[in-house]
């Protein structure tokens, strides 16, 4: 490792809203916070065509420009962002060490706010059309597709809960899965299956998303006939599983059995010192304001925890 690393009394690692609201409470309680960007700035917000669940914007915000402005926020207090990626940690000596793409940091304490990755299909028509007809969230999509048919792919707890509260807004909803049979729960899958927007095509593979501008229909093929059909459809939620972003912390703290980083409701990990916001320790909300939330409450538990500790240092 670096010999003269750069020190910081609070490193953020992960620029989405909870990072950069992390980074904004942190700033204005004077701790001079430093936000390794990581490879997204601005996290999946950067992603989102229009985010219209955030408060205080009544018409809807695009996800870059709310970026734009959670950033100006935190810099105009003093956090600084580093176009940076974590490589390394290690929690086990104080301060932490933080190995980047760049350099070395020490740090007495770290909020890990690296979010979390919707698994993709990787079919083509998939990356081009997301924010045109291609979705992960039904919760924040969902509005945008009143009385049109769209199509769920999955066949997991998750699917089934987002292809029900697609109902609210959509004309049908079609389950597409791989397997002859469904993973989620047996209450969930009788509701599905007893909803009268709701069908299933069960043994089938989206091959290509198609459309012009925006999606107009997906092409299936059956896995065990290799017959190929396609569906006119206007929207494609894709729920085959969410990845947290956590790799890089395996050995060094506590995660649960699916990866995501354990913490009480004071945001902290087992290792004092350490928290985490946001995704990466939330599979359950997956919210912008839900994990801007989180992060802001981990730079208020910081500012605690370096408080009681500059309080017993003699
Ligand atoms: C297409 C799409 C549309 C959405 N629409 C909405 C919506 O309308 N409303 C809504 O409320 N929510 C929406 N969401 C969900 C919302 O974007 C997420 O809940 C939110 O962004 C999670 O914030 P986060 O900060 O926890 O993580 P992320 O946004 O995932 O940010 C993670 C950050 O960590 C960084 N990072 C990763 N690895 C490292 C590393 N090793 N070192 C340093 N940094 C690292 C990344 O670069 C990124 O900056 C949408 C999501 C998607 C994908």
Do not use: W
């Not at 087992?270 to 599979?283: C, Q, R």
């Not at 208020?300 to 370096?306: D, K």
């Amino acid at each position: 490792m670096n010999p003269s690393p750069k020190h910081t009394p609070l490193l953020i690692l992960g620029a989405g809203p909870a990072g950069l609201a992390a980074a904004l409470y942190a700033a204005r309680a004077d701790l001079q916070p430093v936000v390794l960007t990581g490879p997204e700035l601005g996290g999946q917000v950067a992603i989102t065509y229009m985010v219209e669940n955030y408060p205080g914007f009544p018409e809807g915000v695009e996800g870059p420009d709310l970026v734009a402005r959670f950033k100006e926020q935190a810099e105009k207090f003093g956090a600084q962002l580093v176009l940076d990626t974590a490589t390394a940690v290690d929690f086990s000596q104080r301060p932490f060490r933080i190995q980047t793409t760049k350099t070395e940091y020490t740090a007495d304490t770290v909020i890990i706010a690296t979010g979390a990755t919707a698994k993709q299909l990787e079919v083509p028509g998939e990356e081009e059309f997301i924010g045109t007809g291609v979705s992960y969230c039904a919760t924040c999509d969902g509005h945008f597709f009143k009385g049109m048919d769209v199509m769920v792919v999955g066949g997991g707890d998750s699917a089934l809960e987002e292809a029900l509260f697609l109902t609210r807004y959509a004309n049908t909803v079609t389950v597409v899965h791989r397997r002859d049979a469904l993973r989620a729960g047996p209450l969930l899958q009788k509701r599905a299956r007893s909803h009268p927007k709701i069908r299933f095509l069960l043994e089938s593979v989206v091959t290509d998303i198609l459309g012009d501008d925006v999606v107009e229909s997906v092409r299936l093929r059956h896995v065990s006939s290799g017959e190929t059909s396609e569906l006119p459809v206007s929207g494609v939620f894709i729920f085959i599983g969410h990845h947290p972003n956590t790799d890089l912390f395996e050995d060094q703290i506590a995660l649960d059995a699916r990866g995501y980083i354990i913490t009480d409701k004071h945001m902290r990990t087992n290792i004092p010192g350490v928290f985490a916001a946001g995704e990466v320790a939330d599979s359950r909300y997956r919210q912008v304001i839900t994990s801007a939330g989180m992060g802001a409450a981990a730079a208020m538990e910081v500012t605690h925890y370096l408080e009681n500790l500059s309080d017993a240092t003699p």
